[in-house]
């Protein structure tokens, strides 16, 4: 967390200066507001380092070319990833969000929200992946057979569906808790983690049942298979979510 904001009182108004850098910011040159996490407070002055942090609201229209600079950071994957440096960032106190120094708690609640939503994403990939998958199965004649009569083709597919529909009740437990304002963090984790899971699973099948068409690009499967990937990574790893786990969950020693 190397983002600062120092608060500034002088004759034109009370406002933060914010230095620091941020990296993998999806969609900021697309974006026109951008909630940013900073550090109000040193961490020699906090008893836990999760204190003194904020979170400001800032319009990036204003601000870029004025102390914020965005730039493109290429990838595998289609998600317009940025670099974001900012030197000497003026932002207005009422740009603050909430309460100075309880930022993290604000972000920590939308991240559950996030992750609900990765999950779901994943959800509708695994869907296309098997129905693909299997309609390729069915129409491919190999020695005068479709290949979805062999076993070996058919149970990775059938075995990416039942990760699929496990998946998808955990991501309809997680929402549900979500949308009626009841603690969801384990759940949204679970679903999470599951869900990429099964879309990364789901994928292998239809890739492998494809063969070499599975890597041309006029079927999409390599497309889709690349931009699943990136799930098991963000918005959270599954380390970290079986290192949550195993830490609030099932009460073992912290391992980091």
Known sequence: MNTRAELVSDPTGDYYLVTGQKVFISRALHSDLMM???RTTPTDQV???TEGLSVLLIDLREAHGMGLEIRPLPTMVNHHTTEIFIDRLRVPVQNRIGVEGKGFRYILDGMNAERIIAASEMI???RWFIKTATKYACERIVF???IGQNQGVQFPIARAY???VAADMMVRKATALFAAGAPCGEDANIAKLLASEAAWHAGEACLQTHGGFGFATEYDVERTWREVRVTQVAPISTHLILANIAEHTLRMPRSF
Do not use: D
Request: charged share 35%; net charge positive.
């Open 47 to 49: 008893t836990k380092k």
């Open 162 to 164: 039942t990760e699929l």
């Open 144 to 146: 005068e057979r479709p």
């Open 124 to 126: 509708g990939a695994s």
């Open 36 to 38: 940013l996490l900073v």
